[in-house]
């Protein structure tokens, strides 16, 4: 069946440092979608992507696909404490019925 | 209009009983998922449903879980004969259209079978 993986699973960085984090899927994916969850809170939507090769950006947030619609990735800029999390990346495949698979997830953790 | 609502939050039950987790989801949604999250793990899928249709249930177990989205009324999954490894986060999620655009997450349901 369809599996998305992503890595790093953790990510500790300082407080300014950037941060990236990339998901990888075995099917070719019809969308990806990026999701946020801070501790003990649930998964927030943060963007969607469709196209073959798109860019996406929101603020510090930079998220890109692959121009084969496997992969995807997800850079932050000058990292803040703010940003502290969980990030999913999810991708629904054409061949899978309706439903959206979640990656591990990448902890980032911010040091001031 | 109010996000998506589950209940109860926190659930506690002993090994053998069984746990119902509710989940109404956003106003004009009648598209529901239901995902379970382990400690520091990521997000398993379940179960999709529309409204009193089961579209997708292969992340289900096949015994003792069940789920089901009537024509009214809020989604239920519920859980027989608990054991401790049903120890997890419910997440339920709802959206308009399909995986074709965003879901919205409830706070999830905390269940702890002692």
């Known amino acids: 069946g369809q599996q998305v993986m992503q890595i790093p699973q953790y990510q500790h960085v300082q407080e300014g440092e950037d941060f990236t984090t990339y998901c990888n899927s075995s099917?070719?994916?019809?969308?990806i979608q990026w999701y946020k969850q801070r501790p003990g809170g649930h998964p927030v939507f943060l963007i969607q992507?469709?196209?073959?090769?798109e860019v996406k950006k929101q603020k510090r947030l930079t998220f890109q696909f692959g121009e084969a619609k496997k992969n995807s990735s997800l850079h932050i800029t000058a990292t803040q404490t703010t940003d502290v999390g969980t990030y999913f990346c999810?991708?629904?495949?054409?061949?899978?019925?309706?439903?959206?698979?979640f990656g591990q997830g990448t902890e980032l953790s911010v040091k001031p | 209009n109010a996000g998506v609502m589950q209940n109860p939050r926190h659930l506690v039950r002993r090994r053998g009983q069984e746990a119902r987790l509710r989940c109404s989801p956003m106003k004009g949604h009648s598209h529901v998922y239901w995902y379970r999250q382990l400690p520091e793990e990521g997000l398993k899928f379940m179960v999709y449903l529309q409204k009193e249709n089961i579209i997708d249930e292969s992340g289900m177990p096949k015994e003792r879980f069940s789920a089901e989205f009537p024509k009214e009324g809020p989604s239920i999954l519920r859980i027989q004969q608990v054991v401790r490894g049903d120890s997890a986060a419910y997440f339920c999620?709802?959206?308009?259209?399909?995986?074709?655009?965003?879901?919205?997450f409830g706070q999830g349901t905390r269940l702890t079978v002692v």
């Open positions: 999810a991708g629904k495949s054409g061949n899978q019925g309706g439903k959206l698979i």
């Open positions: 099917t070719t994916l019809s969308n």
């Open positions: 999620a709802s959206s308009p259209m399909g995986t074709n655009t965003e879901a919205f």
């Open positions: 992507l469709v196209k073959s090769g």
